[in-house]
């Protein structure tokens, strides 16, 4: 392994030996182009059009790159100092009309599609500061559980909440004993009334 991650290294020397499957991306759009300097792999990587994406995606994918640009990467090494990032990013991104894009637009979303989030992932990445809000602007998990199986009152109460910010929330999976294995968990609700009693033990939880 040692002498794998020292090759690795050689190949892409600006990256870390974890990030196996993005170095080897920005290697190979590199070597394509007869380009054998991996910074450069990288902005190409950055640059490159893929067909799956349509001309909206990319506007609204340079929305994204501005709100990270504007908000997040300017501030990010105070919050890393505070050992916490400022909550309040969550409203921003919701000004900036970034969250829930994919939620249609009578629960308060974009009305877009997946590809809206993989976008919000992807330059979430692509930001300098973005490794510091750890899972980051990401509420996709537990919204879209409340948009596939939640109760009309459920959707129309929570999701606008969701995409303006004011609601930070994401779904707890993990758990000490079985890791994310949804099959294992032991965490259960019981009814009481109109309430649920929770009961269990999470970890890792996003937000």
């Not at 990401?138 to 004011?166: H, M, V």
């Amino acid at each position: 392994m040692p002498e794998m991650c020292g090759q690795r290294q050689r190949i892409a020397r600006v990256l870390s030996c974890g990030s196996i499957s993005m170095r080897l991306s920005i290697e190979a759009i590199a070597a394509r182009s007869g380009e054998r300097d991996p910074g450069k792999g990288m902005m190409m990587l950055a640059m490159k059009e893929r067909a799956v994406f349509s001309p909206e995606h990319e506007q609204f994918r340079q929305t994204v790159r501005r709100f990270f640009r504007e908000e997040v990467d300017p501030y990010y090494k105070e919050w890393e100092k505070a050992g916490s990032y400022d909550p309040a990013i969550f409203r921003k991104a919701g000004e900036y009309g970034i969250l829930q894009a994919g939620i249609p637009v009578e629960y308060g979303g974009q009305g877009g599609d997946f590809l809206h989030h993989a976008i919000l992932h992807e330059e979430h990445g692509f930001s300098h500061g973005g490794i510091s809000l750890g899972a980051g602007p990401s509420t996709d998990s537990s919204s879209y559980l409340i948009y596939a199986a939640g109760t009309e009152a459920q959707k129309k109460e929570w999701l606008p909440r969701y995409a303006s910010g004011e609601v930070i929330a994401e779904a707890c999976f993990t758990e000490p004993h079985a890791g994310s294995d949804l099959k294992a968990i032991k965490s259960i609700a019981r009814r009481d009334g109109s309430d649920f009693i929770l009961s269990g033990t999470k970890m890792w939880c996003s937000n």
